[in-house]
């Protein structure tokens, strides 16, 4: 069956420290990777996908990247933190239109 | 481009009292449409999806959601909230061929009051 790994659940991170959240999905290939994020009292804004190795797409400008060194992995960074970075990071995957599997997230704080 | 729109940020309602949150949504193509729940601290849950098939859509817990196409809505219904229903709700919208990207509303906070 197919699962999803996020970690870490939690993480307290100084501004202007690096960040790198790490996504793999097991048990299917050539997934439909997604990072988006959650911030304080705000929906889900969907901030990377990538629909196979080494190819990502940015829908918002920020200080985020993402990268995809693996067919089931899925990498989100940054260089330097910044306040507005806090939030609840998920990944997720999917092979169709209609069928998305997400991780448990990730909480970032920026102090 | 799909877009997602969700009446009401917080819905507060009795125990046993008729749950309605809407869920209006724009697509040049039909769209795949789901709704999700959020516990505190938790990840998504799906409750339920639209995929072109039966336009009432059961879900789990007792929800279910009504696909209009003519009103371009998917909005989620319960007869009966029961208290562990407190949660944020979100309805999200996908496409065939979008490299099958996820889309979702700002989120309904329901608050379920004895």
């Known amino acids: 069956s197919q699962t999803i790994h996020q970690w870490p659940a939690t993480l307290v991170q100084p501004v202007g420290s690096p960040l790198s959240l790490e996504c793999t999905v097991e048990?299917?290939?050539?997934?439909?990777l997604y990072w988006y994020r959650q911030a304080a009292g705000r929906g889900l804004q969907l901030l990377f996908y990538?629909?196979?190795?080494?190819?990502i797409s940015s829908e918002v400008p920020q200080n985020l990247s993402a990268s995809r060194p693996q067919d089931r992995q899925f990498i989100l960074s940054s260089k330097k933190l910044l306040l507005s970075d806090s939030g609840f990071y998920l990944c997720?995957?999917?092979?169709?239109?209609?069928?998305?599997?997400f991780g448990s997230g990730t909480r970032l704080t920026v102090v | 481009a799909q877009s997602v729109t969700q009446l009401g940020s917080h819905v507060s309602v009795s125990e046993g009292a008729l749950v309605l949150l809407r869920c209006n949504y724009s697509?040049?193509?039909?769209?795949?449409l789901f709704w999700y729940v959020q516990y505190p601290n938790q990840g998504l849950q799906l409750l339920l999806k639209?995929?072109?098939?039966?336009?009432l859509v059961k879900g789990i817990n007792g929800f279910e959601a009504e696909f209009k196409k003519s009103e371009t809505s998917f909005h989620l219904t319960k007869p009966s909230a029961h208290m562990s229903d407190a949660a944020e709700y979100f309805c999200?919208?996908?496409?065939?061929?979008?490299?099958?990207?996820?889309?979702f509303g700002a989120g309904t906070r329901l608050a379920v009051h004895p």
């Open positions: 048990g299917t290939s050539n997934p439909n």
């Open positions: 999200a919208v996908s496409m065939p061929g979008g490299y099958n990207k996820l889309i």
């Open positions: 639209y995929t072109s098939a039966a336009t």
């Open positions: 997720a995957w999917s092979a169709s239109a209609y069928g998305y599997t």
């Open positions: 697509s040049s193509v039909p769209p795949y």
């Open positions: 990538s629909v196979g190795i080494g190819q």
